[in-house]
Structures are given as structure tokens and as C-alpha cells.
């Protein structure tokens, strides 16, 4: 591991970062997938007719690491059915909407006593990771059951380029950054906060310094502006100093790391009860008349984000949910925003142009960026060997597994590899030989 993490000065392109958020008109319909989390997906506890409000269940947590699934809008449920949604079928629940946007009258704040109270009034939240990982919030903080949590690292970074909804949370939800950091120090009785911001964002900076002021055990820490300083190992690492080996859980080097934005959420439902059924959408790209930053209703289809801004200009060469380094494509306009949508990039044809890769130089570059020193090129050799014992032996020695996909080796790359498409391969072929090597439970089919 380094000692000194590499990092990347790529263009910010915070185009909307001094733009207030502002709320979308209820859309006509949204699509909730049944997926918008890591593990389980949720199951549906409604059928087509029923009348949902705002904030109502409308699917249930279901297996390991599950969240339930909440109706965004007021409306009627007019579908429960099959879609493909980024290459992958999941089930969706279509609610059209009355444009009354009521919430659900059951909603009530929450007052739990003590971590076991608050760890399951959290698994009816439905909040997740917002920085992207979409694990289960109740989860992630179940660690604390096990492992006392000294550290809680707030995660303020937001280094993708065009992306400023956590940027706009901390300016204008503030209250309840503040609000969440005191939540957990109530239930996790940690000595430390440090919340991460780069220092791109000064008035965020400022106004946490000033909020926290006379809360010693929070340290609001300025960070460099570069990529990618809010990935999980980059954090820990220029925060609070730490290194985490493969396959190690912070919670035993007694850190957590929270959104920002994941953190406001859990105060506001704690709060009002109100679970996760909205996000800051920031929308921009080439190919957008108006960027801004949008208030929308998990599940509002993305077209409806594009008509708010004015519509389009030019040819759409290509679309992004996400940022432009660890974002994903989608080809249809009217794809949902997910739970870890915190981005609509949609850039034209002159922006978004492929180009073509061309044989490796062999010039090092991909390992001199990678922020873990692993060695992309090596990756790419070992997907090549037929032997799959070897080729299993190769990307395990040279820990494939610890690849965050941030794509600063494809970034860097002279010859335009697809190394981050490379890389998920050799991570999703070595997770596969392991569950094969792995002996099977007694039981299990």
C-alpha cells in the first residue's frame, strides 16, 4: 500500500455549484425498482388500484442486507411487473400520479432510546449509501453492535467532476448535517467526527466551521480538490490517516464513513419520519439548455429532469446517472432516478465521442494513477490466459479485488484501454472461482 495516495487534477466543472436546488413538478408517474440497494431486492406489498401517499411502504425489506421501498408521489399503483432497467430485469412498481403529492398521515418523528432501538427504527427508512454504494444505512451502522466506532468520517469530498448535490445539501441542509452528526454521537458515543470537504466548495467549509464551532469533537477538514479524494481508501487515508488491507471492514479499525447527504436524510426521517423519498439531482452536460440542481422524487423518469432544464440542445451522444468517471450509461430517457442517483450527465455527440484503443505502450501510467497502486495492465494479461486456475491465481495475487473502478488508469491511458471494463471482468470472474471454491453449507442446494 502507499503511503502517499495518488491523485488526479481533471476539470471540476462545477457549473452549478452556487445554484439553489429546486423542486421538480410532481411528475405524472414514477417507476420504483425493487433494486435500488445493495443486496436483497425488496418485495412489493401492494397491487395495481391501490392508492399509495408519499412516504407510504410500498415494499419490504426481503433477506440479508435488504431496505424497503417507500411511494415517492400520491397516486395509484398501475403496475407491478418485470423491467430491464441498466442491462438488468428487476420488478417495478408504476404509480401515476394525482399531482396531490399527500403524504402518508402515519408518518410520525421517531424517538429511539437506545442503539438497538435505533438500528431497527432505521431498517424502515429505506436509506442507503447516497454516495453511490447504495448499501443499506441500518447495516452499515449494525457494525457498531460489534465494534465500537471511534472515528465517524463524514464524507463531504464530492470529487466527480459536474456533480454538486452534496455540495448544495451542506449549503442549504446544513441544519440537518448538524442534526445527524448528533444522532450518532448519541448512539455510536464516538469521540470524533471529521467531515471531509474539498476545498473546491468554501462556503460549505465555512458554514459547518461556524456550525460546529462549539462542538469540539467535530473537525470540519478542508481536503484537496482532486480525484478521486472521497473514494472509501483515498478518504480514510487523507482524513484520518488509516489504511484498511483487502477484504478489511473499517469497523475494525473502529471507523465509519457517511454521505453527507445519506447523514441529513437519517435526521430528517428520525425527525419527521419521513423515509428516503427524494434527492438533489444535479443535471448537466454539454448536451443541457439550463444546468441546475433539482428536488426530484425517487423513481420521476429522467426525461422529465431534462424538461425542467430547458430541454435539449444538439444531438445526445451520450447519457450518464452519475458522474463522468464512475457514473453509468443508460440509453433511454425515460430510465427512473434511483435512490444513488446524485447526477444527470447528458453530453452530445461531440463531448461523448469514443475513441478508439489502440495497442498497450507498456508506459506505466495506469499504475502511477491508480490510487491503490494495482496494476491494470496486469489485469488485463490475466483475462487473456485460458487457464482460468491461473488466471485466478494471477488477479488474486495482485488483489484485483481491491479495484474501486474509479477509472483514473482508463483516464491516463495513451492507448484508450477499457481498463475499468477490464477490471469489473477479472473482480466479477475471481468472486465467481471464489463461491465455487468456497464449501457449500450444510442444506444448501
Known sequence: M?????????????????????????????LLPMNMHGGA???????????????????KEEGRNSVPVHATISGTVTAVEEMKISGATTTVIRIAGDGKMEKDPTLAPKNPENLDEFLTILRDSGIVGLGGAAFPLWAKLDAARKNHIKTVLVNGAECEPYITSDHRTMVENADLVVRGVQILKKFLDSE??????????????????????????????PLKAVYPQGAKQVLLYNAAGLVAKEGQRLASLGVIIINVTTLAKMALYLDTGMPLVDKIVTVDGAAIAEPKNLIVPIGTPIQNLVDECGGLKGDVGKIIIGGPMMGKTTDSLESPVIKACNALLVFDEASSKALEPSACIHCGRCVEACPLNLNPTAYSKAMEIEDEELRYQILTEENVSMCMACGCCAYVCPAHKPLVTTNNQAKSFVRKMKAAKEPKKEGAK
Open 2 to 30: 502507499k503511503t502517499k495516495i495518488s491523485a488526479l487534477h481533471i476539470p471540476h466543472n462545477k457549473n452549478t455549484a452556487s445554484m439553489n436546488a429546486v423542486a421538480i413538478s410532481a411528475p405524472a408517474e414514477v
Open 41 to 59: 431486492p425488496a418485495v412489493p406489498v401492494v397491487a395495481v388500484g391501490d392508492y399509495v401517499r408519499v412516504g407510504q411502504m410500498i415494499a
Open 192 to 221: 470524533e467526527f471529521v467531515i471531509g470537504i474539498e476545498d473546491n466548495k468554501p462556503d460549505a467549509i465555512a458554514k459547518l466551521k461556524e456550525l460546529f464551532k462549539d462542538m469540539p469533537y467535530v473537525n470540519v477538514k
